[in-house]
């Protein structure tokens, strides 16, 4: 069973890596068993289709970046949450690696693959602004830190490093103004 498990994340690290680095075209279901070092048989086993690969690496992106942000808790209730989202999200913009390259694959895949992640993006904004001070800083820190992190996942990246530094600071400085309340 633990096998299972291990040629299960090998899978899923290869295809997010093909997708990564040879763009989501390339994603077929023998380059990902090749660079995960499993049979088509065995590829075929944990994920019957490519429509079934693309889920799980949705499903792997939503529950690693969950899992991430929950270290926040529910002690601090919507500004705590969104001062965690803030730092996991700034620090994914410093990453080199696209962490987020499966969402793209399934982008290109099937845009339906993507409901999930509408529905986690839904719900964190929602527990942002429950009990947030200022619901309007919490749209707008949600709206810049998305459309930095989606000019990265899809190349379309303009602002050099000074204006993307220039853009968190004002955001962070917005958020700070609007903390927690006493």
Do not use: C, W
């Not at 693959?113 to 942002?128: E, S, Y």
């Amino acid at each position: 069973m633990a096998r299972r498990g291990t040629s299960r994340d090998r899978i899923l690290r290869a295809a997010s890596e093909l997708a990564f680095k040879e763009g989501a075209a390339h994603l077929s279901l023998d380059a990902v068993a090749a660079r995960a070092g499993v049979s088509k048989g065995g590829l075929l086993y944990n994920f019957p289709n490519k429509v079934a690969l693309m889920r799980a690496l949705v499903q792997q992106y939503l529950d690693e970046f969950g899992a991430e942000l929950e270290s926040a808790g529910e002690k601090g209730g919507g500004e705590r949450l969104a001062a965690r989202y803030l730092e996991v999200a700034m620090e994914h913009l410093e990453e080199r690696t696209r962490a987020s390259s499966g969402l793209l694959a399934a982008l290109a895949e099937d845009p339906e693959l993507l409901a999930p992640v509408k529905r986690f993006n839904r719900q964190l904004v929602d527990r942002m602004k429950s009990g947030s001070a200022d619901a309007g800083a919490v749209l707008i820190l949600f709206l810049v830190l998305e459309g930095l992190r989606a000019q990265r996942v899809f190349g379309t990246e303009i602002l050099d490093e000074d204006e993307q530094r220039i853009v968190l600071e004002r955001t962070v400085s917005l958020m700070a103004a609007n903390g927690p309340s006493p």
